[in-house]
């Protein structure tokens, strides 16, 4: 009984996956959620209001900034994390 349930649920969810896969819009079309106005207003402003000098700086130091500082310390995170295992506990 318990491993038709976990079948059951499975094939749910594979369902739904497959689901929501076949209604994305096509690669590169109109429709797609990165393709909005937000996009052309980047481009448009970006580099008079960040008062930088090309639009991906002003997008990712500005618009972006805690995102990329969340980006920063998870990479400074598993650098430290990495560097622990490598150095390993000295023996006297």
């Known amino acids: 009984m318990k491993k038709l349930f976990v079948v ?3 094939t749910l ?3 739904i996956l497959v689901y929501s896969v076949l209604e994305m819009p096509d690669f590169a079309s ?3 959620p990165a393709y909005n106005d937000l996009a052309h207003y980047y481009v448009a ?3 008079e209001e960040a008062h930088a000098t090309n639009v991906i700086a002003a997008i990712i130091t500005d ?3 805690f995102d990329t500082l969340g980006e920063t310390t998870v990479l400074f995170a598993s650098i ?3 560097t622990s295992v490598l150095m390993g506990k000295k023996h006297e």
């Open 8 to 10: 059951t649920v499975l």
């Open 13 to 15: 969810l594979f369902l």
């Open 30 to 32: 109109l429709n797609s």
């Open 45 to 47: 402003n970006a580099t």
């Open 63 to 65: 618009y972006r900034a």
């Open 80 to 82: 430290l994390a990495v």
